[in-house]
């Protein structure tokens, strides 16, 4: 493996065995700046409040996002719980897209935990049709159903390979549920990578929905963490959820500084991310145009079906595990992330690799 070097200028050291992660945006380490960061700054209690470091990045976002107050806590898992029961969503309905990852990758906590009833519609590679939104809200007068109380979107939409929801569709989901009376909340692990992808500030994604949170451990590279962000009445239930969940950090900082140097200037790096990805997309394409979809790779995911060549991916994947080129998968599809470990050679080694190994299966079959 190649294995970072926090002493050095470069993010790694050769390794003539070196290994190319796809896996996802999570496996990043922190650079030489951000462990910097983390030797100098000031700590306090961050429970109490009394971490400036912490106070630091959650001012950080609330700027980014526009709204009135912002909460560092420990993963994204928990910004949707917070959210969630800060919507008081208990006994009632909740809108989701049917391979949304709050419903699909989160435990059950949305019921389990939030005690909040999914409500999930088919979309279009993760996009929801508004008039789909409309027709499954539900109002309280039947007394045999529970009412739908909360709509959440996700931006960039993980299982459809990192699409980016168009700002026309969250408008209008917004409007729909305003004139019912409900909130929109915005699950938005990689919603920088939909920024830059739009080229247009996050707020301006972020004023189309009531909460939304983003991670700080994925294509941004801090090792831990999101921020969740709402007007003030609205995160003062979140701040008091979270406690609940154990989301009350002390000396936090530590983990919060990695996350400020990442927020300096994220964009230049996403964008990169998101050339490799198609360049990535590309490749693959050329080796057989069932695997990829190209024109469906907006950012740094790439979906990569193999079911033309196997009925499951996994003997691919371990394959290419043996070429050093690691990828998650599940039945048919297996999933390409770019990041700033992942470079042209990285995208070069991949593409040989499934070139390789394609051909192999080819000859079995």
């Known amino acids: 493996m190649r294995r970072l070097n926090p002493q050095s200028d470069r993010d790694w050291e050769d390794d003539p065995m070196r290994t190319y992660d796809f896996r996802s945006d999570t496996v990043t380490l922190p650079t030489r700046a951000m462990?910097?960061?983390v030797a100098t700054a000031p700590l306090g209690d961050?429970?109490?409040g009394d971490d400036p470091t912490v106070a630091r990045l959650e001012g950080i976002g609330r700027e980014l996002t526009g709204k009135e107050d912002a909460l560092f806590v420990p993963s994204g898992t928990m910004a949707n719980l917070a959210a969630v029961m800060a919507h008081d969503c208990r006994g009632r309905e909740v809108i989701v897209?049917?391979?949304?990852h709050i419903y699909n990758s989160e435990g059950g906590g949305l019921s389990v935990v939030a005690g909040a009833v999914p409500r999930p519609i088919g979309g279009r590679h993760g996009v929801l049709d508004v008039a789909d939104v409309?027709?499954?809200?539900?109002?309280?007068t039947d007394l045999s159903r529970a009412p739908t109380r909360l709509i959440c979107l996700e931006n960039t939409h993980n299982a459809s390979g990192g699409m980016v929801l168009p700002l026309a569709t969250m408008a209008a989901i917004k409007a729909v549920a305003t004139n019912a009376g409900?909130?929109?909340h915005l699950d938005g692990a990689r919603l920088l990578n939909a920024a830059a992808y739009l080229d247009v500030p996050l707020s301006e994604i972020c004023r189309h929905v009531d909460s939304v949170w983003f991670a700080l451990c994925k294509g941004l590279?801090?090792?831990?963490?999101a921020l969740l962000a709402g007007d003030r009445a609205f995160m003062l239930r979140a701040r008091r959820a979270a406690k609940m969940l154990g989301g009350g950090m002390r000396q936090a900082g530590l983990i919060a500084a990695p996350a400020i140097v990442a927020l300096r200037d994220p964009y230049p790096l996403l964008r990169r991310d998101h050339e490799l990805a198609g360049e990535l997309a590309r490749g693959l394409c050329a080796i057989d145009p069932s695997l990829v979809n190209v024109e469906r790779v907006q950012t740094n995911i790439v979906n990569c079906f193999v079911d033309k060549f196997a009925a499951d991916a996994a003997p691919i994947v371990r394959e290419l595990r043996e070429r050093g080129v690691l990828v998650n998968s599940r039945l048919?599809?297996?999933r390409f992330v770019t990041h700033y470990h992942i470079d042209e050679a990285a995208v070069a080694a991949a593409v040989r690799a499934v070139a390789d190994v394609i051909a192999s299966f080819r000859k079995a079959a």
């Open 97 to 100: 897209e049917e391979s949304a």
């Open 134 to 140: 409309q027709a499954a809200i539900r109002a309280g």
């Open 182 to 184: 409900l909130s929109v």
């Open 46 to 48: 961050s429970a109490r």
């Open 221 to 225: 590279g801090g090792p831990v963490g």
């Open 332 to 334: 048919t599809k297996m």
């Open 35 to 37: 462990m910097d960061a």
